[in-house]
């Protein structure tokens, strides 16, 4: 049997490990993808270390995920061999429970799959995922352009697009790294009048470059107070990890604003008081199922949204991950197998 490469994780906390497996066959409604490049998110925490429930070791890792179709397997409809394709956060979904029959397909209960997590990802010389879970990657992108895309980007980009605002009203990335640096380009090009919110000065000149009309230094300035001065914001996309920091620009939210939480801290303050006199939300977003991925990467090709990528080689995995992890990388990361 040809073999391939996986980097696996064998239980909770357990390093990456370079392995070789038999190629897996594609089973019905499945596709064998030739995975090209695959980025790492800090969502793939959860697998390194055991902290969604459920998991089943040894896991490969990885949901942003590009590829060619290699072998089409029995009862898929619509893909054929030789197509590029990604693959994201959303791994599948049933088609026919009451979710699905709504059209939430990231709410199914029946056979909610996440790539990567409950099935092996993009880790991998070869991987094998269910057609639901397909995107179609534009030729205008490469793997490593379009492999971001496939989580971050989608999550930026939906979550935006789903907020309710409107071109022209103020919207402030909370944030930019990984998820943010995109959120702003993708903000800009909607037409929001955009704020990028980060510490310190030095991310001013890059937030500009992507397109913020405004910047705000969360440590030099109080950033409500700020997006109050402009008005208030309809919409701040919270891309960050800390409760505090989110609860912090609560107060710039506008009449009717909502903050959009797209990182996940243990917890959150709100004021009921704030929420109730300006009619203000908090909501959360998931990322978006596969065609909401194909949105993503079309409008990235219309409007000429890219990740910020640091490439690694797929043996170069553990590193890769430990650079990820840092918040030191500028601003994704992404393996390459070099298919
Ligand atoms: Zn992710
Ligand atoms: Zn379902």
């Not at 909770?12 to 038999?22: A, H, K, S, T």
């Not at 990235?300 to 030191?328: C, D, I, W």
């Amino acid at each position: 049997m040809p073999r391939m490469r996986v980097v696996q994780v064998s239980h909770p906390n357990g390093p990456f490990e370079l392995v070789e497996r038999e190629i897996p066959e594609p089973g019905a409604g499945s596709v064998r993808i030739k995975v090209e490049a695959c980025g790492i998110c800090h969502s793939d925490s959860l697998v390194k270390e055991g902290t969604f429930p459920g998991i089943r070791y040894p896991r490969v890792p990885g949901h942003e995920v590009v590829g060619l179709i290699h072998t089409v397997g029995p009862d898929v409809a619509g893909w054929a061999a030789g197509q590029r394709v990604g693959v994201g956060w959303h791994g599948g979904h049933c088609g026919y429970c009451d979710s699905c029959r709504r059209g939430d397909f990231f709410a199914c209960p029946i056979a909610a799959q996440v790539t990567g997590l409950t099935y092996d990802g993009g880790y991998a010389d070869y991987m094998v995922a269910p057609a639901s879970a397909l995107a179609l990657v534009p030729e205008e992108l490469s793997a490593v352009e379009a492999g971001p895309l496939m989580c971050a980007g989608l999550t930026t980009f939906n979550s935006l697009r789903n907020s309710g605002a409107r071109p022209g009203d103020l919207v402030a990335i909370l944030g930019v790294g990984g998820l943010g640096h995109l959120g702003v380009q993708f903000a800009a090009k909607m037409g929001f009048k955009t704020v990028a919110i980060a510490r310190g000065g030095d991310k001013e000149p890059l937030a500009r470059e992507l397109g913020a009309h405004y910047y705000i230094d969360s440590q030099a300035q109080v950033p409500a107070a700020e997006l109050l001065k402009l008005g208030g914001a309809r919409v701040i996309l919270a891309t960050v990890t800390s409760g505090e920091a989110m609860s912090a620009v609560l107060g710039g939210l506008g009449v009717n604003g909502k903050l959009m939480v797209l990182g996940a801290p243990e917890s959150l303050e709100v004021s009921p008081f704030l929420l109730i006199t300006g009619r203000r939300s908090v909501m959360g977003w998931y990322s978006g199922t596969s065609i909401d991925s194909q949105d993503t990467l079309s409008f990235s090709v219309l409007t000429g949204v890219r990740s910020m990528n640091e490439v690694f080689p797929l043996e170069r995995a553990a590193e890769a991950y430990e650079r990820m992890m840092s918040g030191k990388a500028r601003f994704r990361v992404v393996l390459t197998t070099g298919h």
